[in-house]
């Protein structure tokens, strides 16, 4: 028996067939895939250390199935397999998710190692480690341990706080602000995402508003509505703000383009506009007026800890 992270350890009643009870494999102490294994049972939600018998089999959800199987069907693992995941969860760049995130930072504010967590929350060391570097939709019962070993509460892991302003962590005890080059502001555009123009209203007084942007040939562009208050940009000098907050961590960047602004009419550019766009607009309704702007001067700053 031979098994990846995530697979499913089913154990079957020998003499019905029926399954008495199922888990996710969590954590690997082999390299080969062999057991024991950490599982996260399905009926309670606990993690426990396990040494299949003979009842028991594997169940491979993320890793294929066997020729024949239909998707989803129990697959007793008789045979030997090919090469093997390691024991430890995949690497590669961390690209964590935001309760992993919070994990992390609620873990170094306690001055908790990683295996001391995950002692005190009743999981794996690899889990643990997997779900603070790679996105992860942990269980209730997981955020629940979590919490009580961290001394936090399930709201605070998963953003409870997402209906308020960002910024109200407290600030780094050692900050550095450092300006961003030209080129270091076109990579954190990127291509698409939500940025904030400001415009002057039609009563002479400026207005902020969000919208949602791509990056086409260096120009930042949007869709919107004639009469609209990003419509308003039109033919004026004007500013885009694209920023980001990391909370946990209590760092973030932001960048700003200013430059003229002008209406895209010839329709083959609108149409290529209308097809590369990666979303439609969040406000809804028709907005079929896009808008260009070619930025004049770019520039950007981030805040760090000091010794990054």
């Not at 995949?90 to 295996?115: C, E, F, K, Q, W």
């Not at 260096?218 to 940009?233: E, K, L, M, W």
């Not at 703000?241 to 002008?262: C, F, I, K, R, T």
């Not at 209406?263 to 439609?280: F, I, K, S």
Request: aromatic fraction near 4%; proline fraction near 10%.
């Amino acid at each position: 028996m031979r098994a990846h992270l995530g697979d499913q350890l089913v154990i079957e009643s020998p003499a019905t067939g029926a399954t008495r009870r199922d888990g996710e494999i969590v954590g690997l102490h082999h390299e080969d895939g062999t057991p024991p294994y950490d599982v996260r049972w399905s009926d309670t939600n606990e993690v426990t250390l396990v040494f299949p018998g003979p009842d028991a089999h594997l169940r491979h959800v993320e890793h294929g199935q066997r020729p024949g199987t239909p998707q989803g069907a129990s697959q007793p693992d008789t045979a030997e397999p090919g090469p093997v995941s390691a024991a430890a969860p995949p690497t590669g760049t961390p690209n964590p998710g935001d309760i992993g995130r919070r994990v992390a930072a609620d873990r170094h504010r306690s001055g908790l190692s990683l295996r001391e967590t995950a002692r005190r929350a009743r999981m794996s060391p690899d889990y643990l480690a997997y779900l603070e570097d790679q996105p992860a939709d942990p269980s209730l019962g997981t955020l629940i341990r979590l919490a009580d070993a961290l001394g936090t509460t399930v709201a605070a892991l998963r953003g409870g706080g997402i209906d308020l302003p960002p910024g109200q962590g407290q600030a780094l005890l050692h900050p550095q602000l450092r300006d961003l080059s030209p080129q270091e502001c076109r990579t954190l555009l990127s291509t698409h995402g939500v940025g904030r123009i400001a415009v002057p209203a039609s009563d002479g007084r400026p207005a902020v508003v969000p919208v949602n942007y791509e990056v086409v040939d260096d120009a930042i562009v949007f869709r919107t509505a004639p009469g609209s208050a990003p419509a308003a940009a039109v033919g004026k000098e004007v500013a885009f703000e694209v920023d980001h907050v990391d909370e946990a961590m209590s760092q973030g960047w932001s960048v700003l383009a200013v430059g003229p602004a002008h209406v895209v009419t010839e329709p083959d550019a609108v149409h290529g506009l209308t097809r590369r766009a990666h979303t439609t607009p969040w406000a809804g309704g028709e907005r079929e007026m896009w808008v260009s702007i070619r930025p004049a001067s770019l520039t950007g700053r981030r805040i760090t800890p000091a010794d990054e």
